[in-house]
């Protein structure tokens, strides 16, 4: 009998500071119709001083595993989508790991930019699967302000803090192909790296860096791969976009979400948009998204959810699962 995976609660949390686009119109050339207008930014929540990933990330795993009726003694594994780290080394899972008492098991990041939750959830559903561990917390949390240029308003007005989470259990499992984490698809490009990076590092310049993006060609790009996963997806599983109830995508930008709602012909009324109110949170954007539909009553057990998302490498990716 095989094994499969099944998502049994989600959790999120937000820094309780709040920068208004007419906050940031004070500090750098910009104005709230502008960003709505090209990005459909209202606000961002900013991480507050001592505030770090790793307490962002527990607040969010507490929130799920709370929802999931479940205790950190329950766990025995947790992946972590960053691209923020508190430090260098030890993975800041491992402070997670620490902070929730979970003295067994494993812990450890991966670092797919704004792709990092698809891809910390994919390989975790992957380890449940082989049997290595049975209960996992998966979490997207960012201090992502933290690398931003507060004087390029190109990035500065893009980007908040927060984290989401969705906590995982394997059984086994002999029912319908179509009833828990189902299939995914990641993919990245190297060669596309220098239209969206931080110019900074451990091994490079020995700094931290800021973020530098070429807008309008990671647009582009998004719109044309994110729809080639999503496609990859369908047939894989030979589910059409009709089959899907709701569409939770990486909240980066309105107008990426609705290029490729436009393109796959995914009505506007089965998309998650939650970009409004916490800009793009990197990798943890799609738990808060789907947090957001599960609390808010929309995104009910048994649905079927697609999300995808693209961030720098370039990496993207979809993944397809029922609640």
């Given at each position: 009998?095989?094994?499969?995976?099944?998502?049994?609660?989600?959790?999120?949390?937000?820094?309780?500071?709040?920068?208004?686009?007419?906050?940031?119109?004070?500090?750098?050339?910009?104005?709230?119709?502008?960003i709505v207008e090209r990005t459909g930014i209202h606000q961002r929540h900013i991480a507050a001083e001592g505030e770090m990933?790793?307490?962002?990330?527990?607040?969010?795993?507490?929130?799920?595993?709370?929802?999931?009726?479940?205790?950190?003694?329950?766990?025995?594994?947790?992946?972590?989508?960053?691209?923020?780290?508190?430090?260098?080394?030890?993975?800041?899972?491992?402070?997670?790991?620490?902070?929730?008492?979970?003295?067994?098991?494993?812990?450890?990041?991966?670092?797919?930019?704004?792709?990092?939750?698809?891809?910390?959830?994919?390989?975790?559903?992957?380890?449940?699967?082989?049997?290595?561990?049975?209960?996992?917390?998966?979490?997207?949390?960012?201090?992502?302000?933290?690398?931003?240029?507060?004087?390029?308003?190109?990035?500065?007005?893009?980007?908040?803090?927060?984290?989401?989470?969705?906590?995982?259990?394997?059984?086994?499992?002999?029912?319908?192909?179509?009833?828990?984490?189902?299939?995914?698809?990641?993919?990245?490009?190297?060669?596309?790296?220098?239209?969206?990076?931080?110019?900074?590092?451990?091994?490079?310049?020995?700094?931290?860096?800021?973020?530098?993006?070429?807008?309008?060609?990671?647009?582009?790009?998004?719109?044309?791969?994110?729809?080639?996963?999503?496609?990859?997806?369908?047939?894989?599983?030979?589910?059409?976009?009709?089959?899907?109830?709701?569409?939770?995508?990486?909240?980066?930008?309105?107008?990426?979400?609705?290029?490729?709602?436009?393109?796959?012909?995914?009505?506007?009324?089965?998309?998650?948009?939650?970009?409004?109110?916490?800009?793009?949170?990197?990798?943890?954007?799609?738990?808060?998204?789907?947090?957001?539909?599960?609390?808010?009553?929309?995104?009910?057990?048994?649905?079927?959810?697609?999300?995808?998302?693209?961030?720098?490498?370039?990496?993207?990716?979809?993944?397809?699962?029922?609640?």
């Amino acid at each position: 009998m095989a094994r499969r995976s099944f998502i049994r609660g989600t959790g999120s949390y937000l820094p309780t500071k709040v920068l208004t686009n007419d906050d940031l119109s004070k500090m750098v050339d910009t104005s709230h119709e502008w960003i709505v207008e090209r990005t459909g930014i209202h606000q961002r929540h900013i991480a507050a001083e001592g505030e770090m990933t790793s307490d962002i990330a527990t607040a969010a795993a507490r929130d799920a595993l709370a929802a999931a009726g479940l205790t950190p003694a329950d766990l025995d594994l947790i992946v972590l989508g960053t691209t923020t780290p508190d430090q260098t080394f030890p993975a800041t899972a491992t402070a997670v790991q620490a902070k929730l008492g979970m003295t067994g098991g494993a812990a450890f990041d991966v670092q797919a930019v704004c792709s990092g939750f698809l891809f910390a959830l994919s390989t975790a559903d992957s380890m449940l699967k082989q049997g290595l561990f049975n209960t996992a917390v998966v979490i997207g949390a960012e201090t992502f302000t933290r690398l931003l240029d507060w004087s390029d308003r190109g990035t500065c007005v893009l980007f908040g803090d927060g984290g989401g989470a969705v906590v995982l259990q394997a059984e086994e499992w002999d029912g319908a192909e179509d009833e828990g984490v189902i299939t995914h698809h990641i993919r990245t490009d190297g060669t596309k790296s220098d239209l969206l990076y931080v110019d900074g590092g451990v091994s490079s310049t020995g700094t931290i860096g800021h973020v530098r993006m070429e807008g309008n060609r990671v647009f582009r790009h998004a719109v044309a791969n994110i729809s080639a996963a999503i496609q990859a997806v369908l047939d894989d599983t030979g589910l059409t976009i009709e089959d899907i109830d709701w569409f939770v995508p990486h909240q980066a930008n309105k107008r990426i979400l609705d290029a490729v709602a436009k393109k796959m012909n995914i009505h506007e009324d089965k998309v998650i948009i939650t970009v409004d109110q916490h800009a793009n949170t990197s990798a943890a954007s799609i738990p808060l998204a789907l947090n957001h539909a599960v609390r808010t009553g929309r995104a009910k057990k048994g649905d079927l959810i697609l999300s995808e998302a693209m961030g720098g490498g370039f990496s993207w990716g979809a993944s397809l699962f029922r609640l």
